[in-house]
């Protein structure tokens, strides 16, 4: 799908049979609000949801695998993104995105989601630690709940970069 120049469009339903949203397809179309997919998409290009000010989601699909560079920059009413399906996101996909709040990168290869985040001066990233815990109730002992880790692993997040690293144990 590509859009020649902006107009003035407010909801589209992207059909079936489109599997990509191609390079600035939708870029500055402002009023695009609301986005219907009726299918599944491997991948939406570069720049091609850049400077829509009113999109305030986007359902992003266990088939969508990439998004490319600045493909949601300066959206500036965008909340919420659920893109743990993705395997590669380009550089500043999410720029400018003022409004985000949470963005959920769980893949089914992380254990939870990211925890206990630690930024790292020398690297300029952010460790998370993803673990699976359990508690133990002690009735005799003076700590009546114990909290183990069961599994755990670390996620490096790189925000010049805005690449997520998952590391295994």
Same mark, same amino acid.
């Given at each position: 799908?590509?859009? +020649? ?67 949601? +920059? ?10 743990? +399906? ?84």
């Amino acid at each position: 799908i590509f859009l +020649y120049k902006p107009v003035k469009v407010a909801s589209i339903d992207i059909p079936k049979k489109v599997t990509v949203i191609g390079t600035s397809a939708f870029y500055g179309c402002e009023n695009l609000s609301d986005i219907n997919v009726k299918g599944s998409l491997s991948s939406i290009g570069s720049e091609a949801f850049f400077g829509n000010k009113k999109l305030e989601e986007f359902d992003f699909d266990k088939s969508l695998k990439s998004i490319g560079n600045y493909s949601f +920059y300066g959206c500036v009413s965008l909340k919420n993104v659920n893109a743990g +399906y993705l395997t590669s996101v380009g550089t500043y996909a999410f720029g400018d995105c003022v409004s985000l709040k949470k963005m959920n990168l769980k893949t089914d290869s992380t254990i939870s989601a990211g925890v206990y985040p630690a930024f790292n001066s020398k690297y300029d990233v952010v460790a998370y630690s993803v673990n699976t815990t359990g508690q133990v109730f002690h009735t005799m002992h003076s700590n009546k709940v114990e909290v183990q880790d069961q599994a755990s692993d670390v996620i490096i997040y790189d925000p010049v970069r805005e690449v997520v690293t998952h590391v295994a144990n």
